[in-house]
């Protein structure tokens, strides 16, 4: 099997505040939207999609995390701290991580191994 394009689809209650937050916090850029219920965001070689709907229950535990490779991890956190984003910050034998949520709770980690 050869994988053309990657890709994560998300569920999200708080629609309009997930769209914002990964347009302008992460600074995704938007492929395309449909009506005010999906928008397709360019990740890298992928892409995200996130669909106005119903998410999993709070009490059932992520079953996925979005991981942000990127080339500095102080930096990237900064910049996100700076649009009011809680960040929680580890280091790692292997890698530095900053581990936060979107709006609607979805576990996002920022990464640069070592």
Same mark, same amino acid.
């Given at each position: 099997?050869?994988?053309?394009?990657?890709?994560? =689809?998300? @569920?999200?209650?708080?629609?309009?505040?997930? +769209?914002? =937050?990964?347009?302008? +916090? $992460?600074?995704?850029?938007?492929?395309?939207?449909?009506? #005010?219920?999906?928008?397709?965001? !360019?990740?890298? &070689?992928?892409?995200?999609?996130?669909?106005?709907?119903?998410? /999993?229950?709070?009490s059932v535990? %992520? /079953?996925? +995390?979005? !991981? $942000?490779? +990127? /080339? #500095?991890? #102080?930096?990237?956190? %900064?910049?996100?701290? /700076?649009?009011?984003?809680?960040?929680?910050?580890?280091?790692? #034998? @292997? %890698?530095?991580?900053?581990?936060?949520? &979107?709006? &609607?709770?979805?576990s996002i980690? $920022?990464?640069? =191994?070592?």
């Open positions: 099997m050869k994988i053309q394009q990657p890709g994560f =689809f998300i @569920w999200v209650e708080n629609y309009e505040k997930c +769209v914002a =937050f990964y347009s302008e +916090v $992460l600074g995704l850029p938007i492929r395309m939207q449909k009506g #005010d219920y999906l928008t397709n965001f !360019r990740f890298g &070689d992928g892409y995200i999609i996130l669909e106005k709907g119903t998410p /999993a229950p709070k535990p %992520a /079953a996925f +995390v979005i !991981r $942000l490779n +990127v /080339a #500095d991890v #102080d930096a990237a956190t %900064a910049s996100l701290q /700076a649009k009011g984003v809680e960040i929680k910050r580890e280091s790692f #034998d @292997w %890698a530095e991580m900053g581990s936060f949520k &979107d709006p &609607d709770g979805n980690q $920022l990464c640069k =191994f070592k």
